[in-house]
């Protein structure tokens, strides 16, 4: 029998006794930074903190990491910091550990996350063994990760299968562009604009008068109750009532400026009647390069004044739950009096997604 150096019973039980300690002291350090508020409370007792686990060092990495809260943003952020400094002081990794935690879903997003970037390093093998598994992963980032890795692997003029799985994986825009994309030069043309979720039929009234940038700040009728039979005075006076508007943009942009006329200083609606076959919970998401209003069954759900700003796919995004059967959504899009040219755009696109900004296609505007 191989000899075997033996632990004096006292020093073990010490030492049990101490890791004990450790471990207890590491979850009240964590639960200090798990109490911080907005508006900087707790912010000092925090800073304590996470000085704290910084000292511990690589025995306070998986539990500072088990801590984040996708509901606590501010709390993250410390727990963040903290998750750097233990990593700058201790240049071992956990790799098996690290593995572990980003395989379980049960845990937040950002931690995992940030484990997914400390297992790349630490172990590239294990990180991109996992990476088959995420396809369908909650985080953003690590689906992300999953479809580049899955569509390099797929040969070029083949894998048409493969493309459609990915395809349905996939959440951002530049991907989603080069599956479909590769997809049609295997004779498979994909309709982008169902895929993103746009909507592309609207009831829209405008022109209606906003000069002196007083269009966002007033309250017009349809922002108190729709009624798409009414007629309203619209610019220079002239009584203007709905009318639906079509739009062919892949993308679902309507061009206002095309479809009603070149004008400044005015205020545009746009309302459609979503049916859900469900309650669930999905986002609406609006690009526009003007002000914004968004009323969701009646109620004001998000509202922005800037004009000009640029407009990219996915700009706002607003948290809403569909109820079964008719939901009403109304955008308010506001042109303020700019003269310049570059000042001239008017429009918008909006969809429907799930929180990752996968599109769901529901019936619009069915009366």
Known sequence: MANRAIMPIGLAAVLVMSSAVWSGEVEDWLAVIR???KEGKGNARAATATNQLIA????????????FDAKNPIANNWLLTAVNGIVQGDARLPAAELEAFVADRQYAVPAREIAYELLAQADPDKAQRLLPGMLDDP???LRRQAVAAALRAVPEQAGEAQLQK????????DQIEEIANRLETLGKKIDLTRHFGFIT?????????????????????PEEKVDLAATYPGRAGKMIGWRVLTTKHQYGVLDLNQAIEK??????FAYAVIESPSERAVQIRVGTPNSL???FNGKLAYAHEEYHHGMDQDQYIVPVVLRKGPNTLLLKIVQNDQPQAWADRWMFQCRITDELGGGIVLPTNPQ
Not at 56 to 67: C, I
């Open 35 to 37: 109490s911080v508020g």
């Open 293 to 295: 209003k968004v009323y």
């Open 56 to 67: 511990r060092g690589q025995p306070a990495l998986l539990p500072t990491l088990k801590a």
């Open 263 to 268: 004008v400044k200083g005015v205020v545009a």
């Open 201 to 221: 039929r609207w009831h829209v009234l405008a022109p209606l008068e906003g000069n002196d940038r007083a269009g966002f700040r007033t309250v017009y009728p």
């Open 139 to 141: 985080s953003a980032a």
């Open 166 to 173: 990915l395809l349905l994986a996939a959440r951002d825009k």
